[in-house]
C-alpha cells in the first residue's frame, strides 16, 4: 500500500504493517486466547481463532465495509462463525455511518442521523429491534447532545461549557 517516503532500498522500519496476530488474557485461573489465522490487504484479520483453557474453541470470519471514495476503511460489517452471521452492521453509502445493527439475524439497533446543518451526521434517533424510538439526540454543542429524551418521555438535559480548555 503506497510507497516508502525513502528513496533507497526498503522503507522505515514505521511504515511496515504491523497486524495484531494474538493476545491473551487471564482471569480467574482461565485463559483465553485470540489468534489470527489470515489477513486482507488492509493487514485486518479476516480469520481468527478464539480459543480458552476451558476447553472451548471457536473460528469466526470477519468482513469489513471499506469506502475509499470518502475515505473510511475498516469498518466491521459481518462476523460469521461457521455458518452462523452473528453480528451484522449496515452502513449509509453517502456517509458511512451505521444504520442498522443485527446480531443472530435479529435487528437490534437502528439509527437516524441530522442529514443538514450544523448537525449533520450527528446521531438523531435511535429505534429498538421493535421499530420503536428509543432515544431522540437534539441541540448539539461541541459533538454532545444537550437534549435528551427517552420513550417513556422522561429526559437529561446536558450542560455544554463553550470555554476550551
Not at 452473528?86 to 439497533?109: C, H, S, W
Not at 442521523?113 to 431522540?136: C, I, M, P, R, W
Amino acid at each position: 500500500m503506497g510507497r516508502s517516503l525513502r528513496n533507497r532500498g526498503d522503507g522505515f522500519v514505521s511504515e511496515y504493517q504491523r497486524p495484531k496476530r494474538s493476545h491473551r488474557i487471564a482471569r480467574d485461573g482461565a485463559t483465553f486466547d485470540w489468534t489470527a489465522d489470515s489477513f486482507d490487504a488492509y493487514a485486518r484479520a479476516t480469520n481468527a481463532t478464539r480459543a480458552s483453557s476451558l476447553g472451548f474453541s471457536r473460528t469466526e470470519s470477519m468482513s469489513y465495509y471499506d469506502d475509499t471514495a470518502i475515505w473510511v476503511i475498516g469498518q466491521l460489517q459481518f462476523v460469521t462463525v461457521g455458518s452462523d452471521v452473528v453480528e451484522t452492521t449496515g452502513y449509509d453509502a453517502a456517509t458511512a455511518l451505521p444504520i442498522f445493527r443485527f446480531a443472530f439475524n435479529k435487528l437490534m439497533q437502528q439509527r437516524n442521523y441530522y442529514s443538514t446543518g450544523a448537525q449533520a451526521g450527528l446521531v438523531k434517533e435511535v429505534f429498538d429491534a421493535s421499530g420503536a424510538k428509543k432515544t431522540t439526540l437534539d441541540s448539539y454543542q461541541r459533538g454532545l447532545p444537550q437534549s435528551v429524551v427517552f420513550d417513556d418521555a422522561s429526559t437529561i438535559a446536558v450542560v455544554v461549557i463553550q470555554c476550551a480548555r
